[in-house]
């Protein structure tokens, strides 16, 4: 039955059943409802999800950030809460009423948050996530009605905030404002809905439809080929990396300590500045990452870090999109997260062992920098080590770590089997550095056949970068 011709009734059990197909099907759906206060949004929500099985819906509501979400990223909350493959989400407002309000009211339209939207928008939909959003809108004498409603009955009169009190009080501003800000944030992939909620079983009947309509739409669409990949001609960098490059052990014993001191109290002064850093650790099997991170790290207060080992996804992180495992360990501000590889893995090792499709590879790249971006734009410190040997190299580290007992641990049958594909991952990985490396989060090619050398290297770059970030604070 086409859905104009039902009533509420029955497409809310309609509903019910479409939302089963989503959930067999697999596909995540992201509801937003935006609006003026007093617009009905609890209402619309609760009229969506009549009939649906509530195992698999959750009801997010947004409000004022908590402090630990105040020193995150300006996403860093939303991903957590975004729906699984095959579940609902229904967002009572969103990162766009944080947007208006840190942005559009007190600093006018900030382009870097607009694109940060539009970037992530982009991301869930072309991981498959259907988003969904609704602004409500009222008029203003019937806005007035509904607050005095609200704010003279005692059993919710607890509803009314400063937000309420402002939009009546500046309706025409805040009607210009949401003007603007629907403008600008209604995309092909993810466009507004506006809905005019004076009469609001009405308004709840255009949303089943809308909401109806677009599951529908959603189960029957047919997979899009992914476009041929275009033909690049990718710099050999790995070529060009002197790996003869050493130091004398005396000068190592003479200089790591002063070198791990400074980054200690760098640390600190990152601390107290509230300044977040995130360091990206990734490099061959046996390169000697964790090493690195172990002498880097060795006199920092381990209250203010927090090393990530990642390895292959778990079930759970296999149900969201790649990138969600990542930021959910962001550090908030002041602290510093270090990752014992990352989402790199995307394009590398899911690269060339068939975990990621090659549209799925090839859309990270850009996905990657926006993500990069992001916390650029945050303004976190980001640093990205590649720490290289050649293979002979690796060979030698793989035999030692067999002979071992205490290192046998370190080394695995997969490690062996990657080993055998050295020069796909050659290849993966002269296109990785050559296409993410940016000016504010740029790969650091750290020469690896002897560990000393890189260590210093490690620790070194990190002090330089720090201070350079402290001397632009400054200026």
Known sequence: ??????????????????????????????VILEGWENAGKGRMIQELIRDMDPRSFKVQVFDTPTDEEKRKPFLWRFWNRFPKRGDFAFFDRSYYQIFMETHLLKKGLKQDNLKDIYDLEQSLTQDGMLILKFFLVVGKEELIKRHNEVAFNPATAFRITQRDLDQIGHYDAFASLFKQLLKNTTFDFAPWHIVETSDEKKAAVDILRIVHSSLTAALEAEPVPAPAREEIDVPDLLSNIDLSLSIEREEYDRRIDDLQEQAKDLAYILYTRKIPTILVFEGWDAAGKGGAIKRLTREMDPRGYEVVPIAAPTPIEHQYHYLWRFFVHLPKTGHMTIFDRSWYGRLMVERVEGFARPDEWERAYEEI????????????????????????????????????????YKITDEDWRNREKWSEYEEAINEMLWRTDMSRSPWIIVEGNQKEYARIKVLETFIEAVKKRLKEEDS
């Open 1 to 30: 039955m086409n859905p104009k011709d039902m009533s509420r009734k029955e497409l809310c059990k309609d509903l019910a059943r479409l939302q089963r197909a989503i959930r067999s099907k697999g596909i995540p759906v992201l």
């Open 369 to 408: 920098n926006e993500f990069e971006e992001h916390l650029n734009n945050w303004g976190a410190i980001v640093l990205k080590f590649f720490i290289h040997i050649d293979s002979d190299t690796q060979l030698e580290r793989f035999e030692s770590r067999e002979e071992n007992e205490d290192k046998q």
